[in-house]
Structure formats: structure tokens, C-alpha cells
DNA sequence: AAAAAGCATTGACCTAGGTCAAGAAATTAC
DNA sequence: GTAATTTCTTGACCTAGGTCAATGCTTTTT
């Protein structure tokens, strides 16, 4: 497993000593996935928190009638997991999933709160990307409001079009919140313009 | 102006001591605003953050196009504000306005640090809060994706019944994602089941 | 008290996207 | 390499919600 990455991601966004790096790799346990596993379900407490290494999960909600509500995708150097499930002790509501064969690093409770304490060049990197992704989320409700399913499946494109490339389509449909034919329609309506 | 309301609330949520609210309380400003008015607009460095004394207001996204998406309400004893831009100096994309005439107490950027550093009991209350509102966010774009306007308007009515008791009609039909004429329909057919 | 502005309702009509069902392609398993 | 799953596409039809325009009902403003 290319453990490398976790360290080049953290020095890309804030200042972390290569010197502090096998000290803080300890504190992780190296964990790989199968396509289509589960590392959790609805109902359970999450005790890890998880670095993608390679790979991509899929993040969810499922509620009664079945129906699935992709809320993100995480590839590589993503971290996953529920976070204030993970703070709290609370049974989350999400649902992670492989969706391809994964090399995660997770870390658990005691750990994560170890580093915080103890790297302050991952305590500047964990604050500046829970901001981040608090405002994307702030914005993704926004956009999930008005825009149509053409200008979000636009969107994504453009932001991330490896994803793309990787991610079975009927997935891609519920994470824009329509359904895999809409999504065959509208690809098709796309090519012909 | 009402300011006991904040010790009320800051001691519904965390550990806060009698004793201490004095020199905390001495970090804010009290501001009024009138119906109507705007705290800020998109494109400022938002330099406060607030908290809602009496009054009601609406956080709104606005695009190019002139198309307004609220993305909440803040009532009394809420916070409100852009926290990303208010810590990262960034500007924001948000507007604030006021519904209602509104009683705020205000805190810039100084004293928010300096309140985190020297109130344990704000920080508690701080970091509690800001972790039950990524939750909400995280949950709002699972069902602003998938749920009718029907299932998110009985949601609201049920979750803030008093909200709608307050708020013009068509600000809450662009909460909810749907057009004023549309709620207005939906609003009758549920009168007549 | 009258005028003006802001809101809510209703009707006629339209469109994006949903549903159900059937095949075609593509993967995966044996 | 064949069978069994999964995934993607297409067609026929339906529905929630949008658009535009007209009409009252409330608040404000003067």
C-alpha cells in the first residue's frame, strides 16, 4: 500500500514535517476493501476514520423504501467516514461502500485525537478541510435546490471527470438525484447537440 | 435588548458559568436591523458573526440569473454568518437579510478568538454546534435530492411549525426549492385531504 | 383615506423527469 | 467459453412542478 500519498496530501495543504511522518503513520492501521463491501451500515457507531488510498467508496443514505441518496464519492486522498458519528458515539445514518477494490489507512477515536494534539501540522490540516467541506456542502445544498439534473450532471463533468470514467453510471445518476434512465436520456440529448 | 438570551442559550448546550457571561457579553455589539435591510451581500469579507437576539432572517444564495435559494432561517438564538469567510478572509457568496426587524449581537473576528481561547465554555458550545450543523447540511442534501416538495414542506411544518407563522409564503417556497405558485397549490390540496 | 406596493391564489398550458417494461451490452463467475 | 449477473438503453406513458398572465387581498406609505 502507497502510504506515500497520505503524506504528500497533508503537505499539500499545510505544513507538515516529513521528520513527524512515521510517527503519525503509526497511529493508522492499513485496511483494504473489496468491490462492493461494506465498512458501514446505517445504525452502527463509527469508531474509524478513513484516508483512501487507492480506490473509491461510495457515501449514502438509504431510507425506507429502498431508495439510495449517494450524498459524495471518495477517491484517492479523500478521507470518509461520519464524523460526528465518529465524536459523538452516535449510530450513524450513512452507509459507506467499495466501489471499486480499496487500500484505505484508518484511524480510530483515541488515535485521531492523539494526532490532533500532538501534530499541529494535522491539526491545521483537519481545520482548513472541515471548513472546505462545509462550505461545499453549503453550496451543494444551494445548487440541489434549483438547478436542473442537465447543469448538475454538467457541473460534475467538469469537476471531476475521472470520476466519470470509473463510477457505473446508475450511481453517478442517484448521487445527481435522478434515475439511470433519465440519465441514459439526457447523456444521449448531450451527444447529439 | 434581550441579551440574558444568549447565556440562556449558551448554558442550554454547554457549560457555561454565571460568572463569566459579563466579560463575554462585553465582546459583542449590539446591532438592530430593520425588515428588509441587509447584514451583508455576496462579495464582501464577512468581518462579524451573529447571533439572533429577536427578529428573523434569511441566508440566500442569489445566481446570475436573479434566482434566490435560501439555504436557512435563522430565528431567535441562532448564529448566523459565513464561518468560512469570517475565518478565512474570504468572500463570501452569501446574503443575509433581515425578514423581520431584528435585534443581533454581534462579534468580529478578535473577539471570536479571543472568546474561543479564554471561554472554555464557549468553545464546548462552539464545537458541539458546529458539528450538529454539518450534520444538518449533510442531511439536507440527501433530501433536497430525492424528496417531494410535499415530503420537505410537511417536514418543515412538523420541524418549525412556528417558522411558518412568521415567514412571508414565497420565501418558504424558495426554501423548500418550488415556485410560490406551487406551494400555494400544495398548501391547498393538503387543506382539502 | 387613497394610492401603491407586496403577496397569495387561480387558470391554462408546458416540460423535465419518473415509472414500468423489454431488450441489448457488458462484466463476472464457474 | 458459457451462464449468470449487472448495467445501460429505449419506448410508451404519466405526473409534479414550472411559466405566464390575470385577479384579488393585505400591508405600507403618503
Known amino acids: 500500500m502507497d502510504t506515500s500519498r497520505l503524506l504528500t496530501e497533508l503537505q499539500s495543504k499545510a505544513n507538515f514535517p516529513d521528520a513527524d511522518f512515521p510517527a503519525f503513520l503509526d497511529l493508522f492501521e492499513p485496511l483494504t476493501l473489496k468491490k462492493k463491501q461494506h465498512l458501514y451500515r446505517s445504525g452502527e457507531v463509527i469508531r474509524h476514520v478513513c484516508f483512501v488510498v487507492r480506490g473509491c467508496l461510495r ?9 439510495e441518496r449517494i450524498i459524495f464519492f471518495a477517491e484517492e486522498n479523500w478521507w470518509v467516514g461520519d464524523i460526528v458519528s465518529f465524536l459523538e458515539r452516535k449510530p450513524t445514518n450513512l452507509n459507506l461502500q467499495a466501489v471499486e477494490d480499496c487500500d484505505l489507512l484508518v484511524i480510530d477515536r483515541n488515535n485521531f485525537d492523539h494526532a490532533l494534539k500532538n501534530f499541529p501540522g494535522f491539526l491545521e490540516y483537519y481545520q482548513k478541510g472541515t471548513q472546505k467541506t462545509y ?34 453510471q446508475h450511481y453517478i445518476a442517484t448521487y445527481l438525484g435522478i434515475t439511470p434512465e433519465s440519465l441514459s436520456r439526457l447523456r444521449k440529448k448531450l451527444a447529439c447537440e
Open 59 to 67: 457515501h449514502y443514505y438509504a431510507n425506507e423504501e429502498g431508495i
Open 135 to 168: 462550505t461545499k456542502l453549503q453550496e451543494q445544498v444551494g445548487q440541489s435546490l434549483s438547478d436542473t439534473a442537465e447543469t448538475r450532471y454538467l457541473r460534475l463533468l467538469k469537476e471531476r471527470p475521472a470520476l466519470l470514467q470509473r463510477i457505473p
